[in-house]
């Protein structure tokens, strides 16, 4: 099994930058595969950025261009760098991580990750 923590998330205005980190621990962490998802008040979670242990990456339209996922194999940490983040990015933050659902093609899939942290909150301002 693997235990994951979010940290990062905080306050910023339109336009601003955040990076969250997730540390994984108890496990052979480069052999999982990671995403971050986000769930606002009032709606579902939704997939935000996938890496796998190759390190492919995959990305929700809604975010290519200003996210950027990568994970540290040797520190056992998984970063999202945001940048030109918008008011409807406001969301707690989740990592998640699969040992043997890691398909590229449904990533964004929450029933995908037997594993979750327990959330960092990112909240941006017009």
């Known amino acids: 099994q693997v235990q994951l923590l979010e940290s990062g998330g905080g306050s910023v205005q339109t336009g601003g930058s955040l990076r969250l980190s997730c540390a994984a621990s108890?496990?052979?962490?480069?052999?999982?595969?990671m995403a971050w998802f986000r769930q606002a008040p009032g709606r579902e979670r939704e997939g935000v950025a996938f890496?796998?242990?190759?390190?492919?990456?995959r990305y929700a339209d809604s975010v290519k261009g200003r996210f950027t996922i990568s994970r540290d194999n040797a520190k056992d940490t998984l970063s999202l760098q945001m940048n030109s983040l918008k008011p409807e990015d406001t969301a707690m933050y989740y990592c998640?991580?699969?040992?043997?659902?890691?398909?590229?093609?449904?990533?964004?899939?929450?029933?995908?990750?037997?594993?979750w942290g327990q959330g960092t909150q990112v909240t941006v301002s017009s």
């Open positions: 998640a991580a699969s040992r043997y659902h890691c398909y590229s093609a449904s990533w964004y899939r929450t029933a995908a990750y037997a594993y």
């Open positions: 108890g496990a052979t962490y480069s052999a999982y595969c």
């Open positions: 890496i796998d242990s190759d390190g492919s990456t």
